[in-house]
Nanobody, 124 residues
Framework: QVHLVESGGGLVQAGGSLRLSCAASGRTFSSYAMGWFRQAPGKEREFVARLSWSGGSTSYADSVKGRFTISRDNAKNTVYLQMNSLRPEDTAVYYC?????????????????WGQGTQVTVSS
């Protein structure tokens, strides 16, 4: 089992940056690809980024490509999301989770053990 705690969210002006962290407990953390998703009020939880277990393969939603970077430190059991050039439409609660199922990497049903999320608010 994996337990996750997201942190690093906050209020930032458009064009600013934030770095989110996702600290995981559990010996099998490094065995899983990890994903970041986000959910804005009244909207479905959507895919943001995914990183393979080795860190060698990344995938991003088109809306964040070139602005966000996902990385991991398996020694620290932590996944990061560096977010640059933030926009008001990036405002959401951000969640991380391990991809434990063999579905599409952008489908939230391929993930479980969600953390509590961290709020990101971007003002215009």
């Amino acid at each position: 089992q994996v337990h996750l705690v997201e942190s690093g969210g906050g209020l930032v002006q458009a064009g600013g940056s934030l770095r989110l962290s996702c600290a995981a407990s559990g010996r099998t953390f490094s065995s899983y690809a990890m994903g970041w998703f986000r959910q804005a009020p009244g909207k479905e939880r959507e895919f943001v980024a995914r990183l393979s277990w080795s860190g060698g393969s990344t995938s991003y939603a088109d809306s964040v490509k070139g602005r966000f970077t996902i990385s991991r430190d398996n020694a620290k059991n932590t996944v990061y999301l560096q977010m640059n050039s933030l926009r008001p439409e990036d405002t959401a609660v951000y969640y991380c989770a391990p991809q434990r199922f063999s579905g599409s990497y952008y489908d939230r049903r391929s993930y479980d053990y969600w953390g509590q999320g961290t709020q990101v608010t971007v003002s215009s």
